[in-house]
């Protein structure tokens, strides 16, 4: 059974901090990882890809993937109130087919 | 806005009732999903469709009846629905390559109320 994991949280970070948030995964011929990010009563909104070990960088949100530690990380620099919201790992388990698996998501919260 | 879209955005509907749920992507993609998404737990996925073919039903109970027509358009048709069943159900798309890369696109989901 291929697994994503997350820290349900709350996460609480103060503003102007940086926000960390983690995300493990089950199995190693895993190709893709997504971070969405959901606000309350609304969908899922895609933030950041990432495909190979390393860092990517997308103005304040940096992904960091270690497939041979089978995690994922999102950091926030710089953290706003706005960024209060579930934020839900997704794994692309390709193999012959894309199946994309979600984590139960990490609840952040931003305190003035 | 995704180029998503779903209707309606909220439904509340009885054990008897018969309702579908609509959704429509005009990004030009080949793939589509249904989910639920049920309150603290994660997304489950119930349904795919690539260019037009059922490739997946997560042993979805069958009071839940996809239908895809063509590429851009999905439903998802239910009857004598349970309150368990109320939930925010979630539609996406993808190009439908099958590649690592491929990324999903949510609607605005309906919130599903069953009484």
């Known amino acids: 059974q291929k697994e994503v994991e997350q820290n349900s949280g709350p996460l609480s970070v103060p503003e102007g901090a940086i926000a960390s948030l983690n995300c493990t995964y089950s199995d190693r011929v895993s190709q893709s990882f997504f971070w969405y990010r959901q606000y309350s009563g609304k969908s899922p909104e895609l933030i950041m890809s990432i495909y190979s070990n390393g860092d990517k960088e997308d103005g304040r949100f940096t992904a960091q993937l270690n497939k041979a530690s089978q995690y994922v990380s999102l950091l926030i620099r710089d953290s706003q109130p706005s960024d209060s919201a579930t934020y839900l790992c997704a794994v692309n388990w390709y193999s012959s087919a894309s199946k994309i698996i979600f984590g139960s998501g990490t609840r952040l919260s931003i305190r003035p | 806005e995704t180029g998503v879209t779903q209707t309606p955005r909220h439904l509340v509907m009885g054990m008897t009732n018969k309702k579908s749920l609509k959704c429509e992507q005009h990004l030009g993609h080949n793939a589509m999903y249904w989910y639920k998404q049920s309150a603290k737990k994660p997304l489950e996925l119930m349904f795919v469709y690539n260019f037009k073919e059922q490739t997946e039903n997560n042993s979805v109970p069958s009071r839940f009846s996809p239908e895809c027509p063509n590429s851009s358009h999905l439903f998802l048709h239910l009857h004598t629905l349970q309150p368990e069943d109320s939930a925010l159900y979630l539609c996406?798309?993808?190009?439908?390559?099958?590649?690592?890369?491929?990324?999903?696109?949510f609607g605005p989901g309906t919130r599903l109320l069953v009484l």
């Open positions: 996406a798309s993808s190009q439908g390559r099958n590649s690592p890369q491929e990324t999903q696109y």
